[in-house]
């Protein structure tokens, strides 16, 4: 309640009038991004409020009020109390975008968030906008492409989730009726097949996305890092599979960060570099054998 009352700064106010005023008006989303946002162990994917249709410069400067009001609900405070956030080093910053009047949207991942497979993307879908897809009211097409935009999996959608009043109070959910949720065509899911691709290779690590299409375009609203991916699923040789049962005796726990760039360079692997060239084989580097995501061993991976 304190922040919600809270009145903006002049200069802010003048500074977001201006701008909303060179965007052309019309209506907006206001979206909120906070700086403990998806970290590579926390998720804050609907802690904060995100409002859709946002029209004049009132309901504006009222939506980004909202959106830092957000940041200090009952369910963001607690969600950082668990995790070990300090409140006293979160901000919050208001990202203003034009709406795209979308035909068809929803989200897409840049690996496959069930079984971990980096080779495919996987794709929900479903007409209008996406907040109907990631709010869970719709049941999108579910689309599994490979890296090519080339379909390996699909599962029709297109039950609404309503939600109707109960006698007495509250309210009960239950599934609508069947909609139009129209196929995305082939050449759009190739292109969100390459604006998946384009955005991981930007941030370094696999996306969680949300798209819209308008008029036959393309439109990425935004793009996050996906947490708590599962590892790649291997695929292992036949030599692989006889020499693992070794290694993994070697290795019994997941070594620290610091033995694996410390001693481990210069102790064991070393020795196995020596072992294996002494008889003409090449032992594979420590990245090879114990790939790191954010400075963390994900997998051990028995040497070819």
């Given at each position: 309640?304190t922040v919600s009352e809270a009145k903006i700064p002049e200069g802010i106010r003048s500074e977001i ?109 479903s007409a209008g906008l996406g907040e109907a897809v990631v709010s869970g ?168």
């Amino acid at each position: 309640e304190t922040v919600s009352e809270a009145k903006i700064p002049e200069g802010i106010r003048s500074e977001i009038a201006a701008a909303y005023t060179a965007m052309g008006g019309g209506p907006v989303a206001v979206r909120s991004s906070a700086t403990a946002e998806d970290l590579p162990g926390a998720a804050f994917a609907g802690q904060q409020d995100t409002y859709l249709n946002v029209v004049g410069e009132d309901a504006l400067l009222r939506a980004v009020v909202d959106c830092w009001t957000s940041l200090w609900t009952d369910r963001a405070i607690s969600y950082r109390q668990r995790q070990g956030i300090d409140p006293g080093q979160v901000a919050i910053a208001v990202v203003v975008q034009k709406m795209v009047p979308a035909d068809t949207a929803g989200v897409l991942f840049t690996a496959n968030p069930v079984t971990g497979e980096r080779s495919e993307i996987v794709v929900d879908a479903s007409a209008g906008l996406g907040e109907a897809v990631v709010s869970g009211r719709v049941t999108p097409e579910h689309y599994v492409l490979d890296e090519t935009g080339q379909i390996r999996a699909f599962t029709p959608g297109g039950h609404e989730l309503a939600i109707r009043p109960l006698a007495g109070g509250g309210t009960e959910e239950s599934p609508g009726t069947a909609g139009t949720s129209p196929a995305l065509g082939a050449e759009q899911l190739q292109e969100l097949a390459r604006l998946a691709r384009r955005a991981q290779d930007h941030f370094g690590r696999p996306q969680d996305m949300e798209w819209a299409v308008a008029d036959g375009q393309v439109y990425v609203l935004q793009s996050r890092p996906m947490t708590a991916l599962p590892p790649q699923p291997q695929r292992l040789n036949p030599f692989q599979r006889l020499i693992g049962p070794t290694f993994v005796e070697m290795f019994q726990i997941r070594p620290y960060p610091l033995d694996v760039s410390g001693w481990m360079q210069r102790g064991v692997l070393a020795l196995l570099r020596g072992m294996a060239g002494s008889v003409g084989v090449v032992f594979p580097t420590v990245e090879k054998l114990l790939p790191e995501e954010d400075g963390v061993v994900v997998r051990l991976v028995p040497p070819v």
